[in-house]
């Protein structure tokens, strides 16, 4: 089983932050503070949002954060050692060689840990023809391309080198990046899907995150995507909002104080990991969005994943080094020319 942390400063309640007194929890020290708890319990990853940098006009949305997703993936990346950092970043608002670059450098500045989000109103033809040119574009140097040859003079071997010379429908694009490539080959490819239908961008995602507001519509995407699949299938993972509390009476109540729009789970550790057990077959894992932070976060490392391991659905500890390792996805295969 896989298991990611959706990150916001106050949860994911939108009036979450009203039990907040200051702003503390809006500063990079507090994010990082989750992100660290995150890491000390294992979890495979944490998730950035973005709303596509608007500013909310009357309240503070629980996405609403005062960083850009991949500045603060460059910093987060310096305090962990071993989580996987995943960020969104929409193909409407950045040129792709850019976008490229950025994250292959978060890539190498996290030793091979970071992946790429598509929010879910990356879902055009144009948006697939996107994803494909910066994923050929990551694909520009074999691994051992660069030979750093003093005595004979070679900085890289030129024929291993791919030149990408795209020229489709939406961008021309020559290449190659100036990036080397990372421990993990290039960063993984996530998409939030929120509805049946496979667009052409999330069609070539390796890890999904699935959003719907009950378990069985969710089940019913995550069927339809893997039977539309071509290819490797990608890893599928339940958007799922706990209620943690010592009693079900106390979750019960934050229940009703800060209701989700998506699956609650309500009760403690021990009846939600029972619940999460028994979907466990339908997902390959389950991104946690905490009502309330950084207190759900601390209920999820103290409680919720030690209950999940007392019943060998999750792992004791780190078993790799790179997201990629951790969500057992292989390397992307350099083929002739950059394609896919």
């Known amino acids: 089983m896989y298991i990611g942390l959706s990150l916001s400063p106050f949860g994911h309640h939108p009036s979450a932050w009203r039990r907040h ?3 503390a929890a809006l500063g990079f020290q507090a994010l990082a503070a989750q992100v660290k708890l995150a890491e000390q319990a294992a979890l495979d990853f944490v998730f950035l949002p973005d709303l596509a940098g608007k500013r909310p006009q009357r309240a503070l949305h629980p996405e609403a954060t005062p960083f850009e997703p991949t500045l603060l993936i460059s910093a987060l990346a310096t305090v962990t050692r071993r989580i996987g950092l995943v960020g969104t970043a929409l193909t409407t608002q950045h040129e792709p060689y850019n976008l490229a670059r950025r994250f292959a450098s978060l890539d190498l500045v996290s030793h091979g840990r970071t992946g790429w989000n598509l929010a879910p109103g990356d879902n055009s033809d144009r948006a697939g023809e996107y994803v494909q040119l910066v994923q050929a574009l990551w694909q520009s140097w074999d691994a051992d391309a660069f030979l750093y040859d003093k005595q004979g003079g070679r900085f890289f071997d030129p024929a291993k080198m791919h030149v990408l010379d795209h020229k489709g429908e939406y961008f021309t ?7 080397n490539p990372s421990p993990q080959g290039a960063p993984v490819i996530a998409a939030t899907v929120t509805g049946a239908a496979q ?7 390796e890890l999904i995150l699935v959003e719907a507001a009950t378990i069985e519509e969710m089940i019913a995407i995550a069927d339809r995507l893997r039977s539309s699949r071509n290819g490797p299938e990608p890893r599928i993972l339940a958007s799922i909002a706990p209620h943690i509390a010592t009693s079900m009476d106390e979750a019960e109540a934050l229940r009703r104080e800060f209701p989700m729009e998506l699956p609650e789970l309500v009760g403690t550790p021990e009846t939600i990991a029972d619940s999460i057990a028994g979907w466990q077959g339908n997902f390959d894992g389950f991104l946690i969005h905490p009502p309330l932070a950084p207190d759900g976060v601390q209920l999820v490392v103290d ?3 030690p209950a999940l391991r007392r019943r060998g659905l999750f792992r004791d500890g780190y078993e790799a080094d790179t997201l990629r390792g951790h969500l057992g ?7 002739p020319g950059g394609a896919r």
């Open 173 to 179: 694009v020559r290449g190659p990046l100036n990036v």
């Open 21 to 23: 007194r200051g702003t």
């Open 329 to 335: 996805l292989a390397a992307p295969a350099i083929l």
């Open 199 to 205: 667009s052409p961008a999330a069609g070539k995602a």
């Open 303 to 305: 409680g919720l994943v």
